[in-house]
T-cell receptor
Framework: NAGVTQTPKFQVLKTGQSMTLQCAQD?????MYWYRQDPGMGLRLIYY???????DKGEVPNGYNVSRLNKREFSLRLESAAPSQTSVYFC?????????????FGSGTQLSVL | SQQGEEDPQALSIQEGENATMNCSYK?????LQWYRQNSGRGLVHLIL?????REKHSGRLRVTLDTSKKSSSLLITASRAADTASYFC????????????FGEGTQLTVNP
């Protein structure tokens, strides 16, 4: 039972490079989320997908795009990476049968932008 | 902006002691959740308390919610070294749509 799987675990980019963070869940959850975690800032929501086929902006969406490829997969793309995007990124999912039931998190992607 | 704010930012105790962490929030909520994060890992859900509940227990965890003061506390009894982690509260605001809003966390260190 893998739960929420994120790849890669670590990534170093140069300013201006692009990359896609992958996330997949095997719990048949409807909702998926991307958060970033910075020291002293807690977790901030970047984008979320309440159900397959829908995506919405969170608190800090600038510089990111997302794709809900199917019910299992939700990817996060940085088109032109900036040093301010250096962070730890977490994907999460939930059933959302009732609003905002508990989230299940992946183990994170540590991204450094030089 | 962060909805939940944890207090204290850091807490260091001895094994066997109780640990209490507090969370304050600003707007009306549907529920409040507590999560734990071990170093270098993802968050793990601990407990959820709904706005119409005042207290909830799960094993060594006790959570209280005071909606009039917009605050919650997490009590870990008889702490163990393995409880060393960061603890976050997350609120589901009545107007937040599908979004949970996380606080900045309390770093708990339990010394053996």
């Amino acid at each position: 039972n893998a739960g929420v799987t994120q790849t890669p675990k670590f990534q170093v980019l140069k300013t201006g490079q692009s990359m896609t963070l992958q996330c997949a869940q095997d719990m048949n959850h409807n909702s998926m989320y991307w958060y970033r975690q910075d020291p002293g800032m807690g977790l901030r929501l970047i984008y979320y997908s309440a159900s397959e086929g829908t995506t919405d902006k969170g608190e800090v969406p600038n510089g990111y795009n997302v794709s809900r490829l199917n019910k299992r997969e939700f990817s996060l793309r940085l088109e032109s990476a900036a040093p301010s995007q250096t962070s730890v990124y977490f994907c999460a999912s939930s059933t959302r049968t009732v609003r905002n039931e508990k989230l299940f998190f992946g183990s994170g992607t540590q991204l450094s932008v030089l | 902006s962060q909805q939940g704010e944890e207090d204290p930012q850091a807490l260091s105790i001895q094994e066997g002691e109780n640990a209490t962490m507090n969370c304050s929030y600003k707007t009306s909520i549907n529920n409040l959740q507590w999560y734990r994060q071990n170093s270098g890992r993802g968050l793990v859900h601990l407990i959820l308390i709904r706005s119409n509940e005042r207290e909830k227990h799960s094993g060594r965890l006790r959570v209280t919610l005071d909606t009039s003061k917009k605050s919650s506390s997490l009590l870990i009894t008889a702490s163990r070294a393995a409880d060393t982690a960061s603890y976050f509260c997350a609120t589901d605001g009545e107007t937040s749509g599908s979004r949970l809003t996380f606080g900045e966390g309390t770093q708990l260190t339990v010394n053996p």
